[in-house]
């Protein structure tokens, strides 16, 4: 079935560090993906989406490009910020609009 | 623009009883659906309205989980009775439309502890 799977947490970085957040997708149609954040003791909230193959999405510095090729959806920001830290979902949706979420990655930025 | 509203935002419950939980979703929204998130895992989907009408209750569980949305606006999730594992926080998000790459918007979710 359709599915979303995310590397492992926590991630731990220094301020300023490179981040990379793997997300992969199983699907039988053609999705649109979404990156969700969750900052401590808040509710979900859109990061960025793609809704086609080589789109690329991009919100407060953070950037993820949809490969077709390789069902990815990698997270990445060039310069990661204290306020950074928090739980991030990739997830897929179908022609209904539904969500699929994969289980969460946390990140904690250290100044 | 507000937000999804959601209430309560906490409750505890002892098992075998019943809780409802309520939401109102962005003013123009069609498109209403609630989610569990068991604590460790991303969000899932029990069921979704489209107006009043549902699209999509394939993973509620009906013998004891009971949605509704009467008038095409609010809506209303009940447990009857509840379970131990039923324990999560209960999110509910709406979007303008349906379909793939339609954004849906997260209200602050509803966290129940069953004891």
């Known amino acids: 079935g359709d599915s979303v799977t995310q590397m492992e947490g926590p991630v731990t970085l220094s301020e300023e560090a490179f981040l990379t957040i793997n997300c992969t997708y199983t699907a039988t149609g053609y999705p649109s993906l979404f990156w969700y954040v969750q900052y401590p003791g808040e509710g979900l909230q859109l990061l960025l989406k793609?809704?086609?193959?080589?789109d690329k999405g991009s919100n407060k510095g953070f950037e993820a490009t949809y490969r077709k090729e390789t069902t990815s959806f990698h997270l990445e920001k060039g310069s990661v910020q204290v306020s950074d830290s928090a739980v991030y979902f990739c997830a897929l949706s179908l022609n209904t609009g539904k969500l699929i979420f994969g289980q969460g990655t946390t990140l904690q930025v250290k100044p | 623009e507000a937000g999804v509203a959601q209430s309560p935002r906490y409750k505890i419950i002892e098992k075998r009883q019943s809780v409802a939980f309520w939401c109102n979703p962005i003013s123009g929204h069609a498109t209403l659906y609630w989610y569990q998130q068991i604590l460790g895992q991303g969000p899932k989907l029990l069921i979704q309205?489209?107006?009043?009408?549902?699209?999509?209750d394939s993973q509620l569980p009906k013998d004891r989980f009971s949605a509704e949305r009467l008038k095409g606006v609010d809506s209303t999730l009940k447990i009857q009775p509840a379970k131990l594992e039923d324990s999560a926080v209960y999110l509910c998000?709406?979007?303008?439309?349906?379909?793939?790459?339609?954004?849906?918007?997260f209200g602050p979710g509803t966290r129940l502890l069953v004891l």
């Open positions: 793609a809704t086609k193959a080589d």
């Open positions: 998000a709406s979007s303008l439309g349906q379909g793939a790459r339609e954004t849906q918007y």
């Open positions: 309205f489209q107006n009043n009408g549902v699209v999509d």
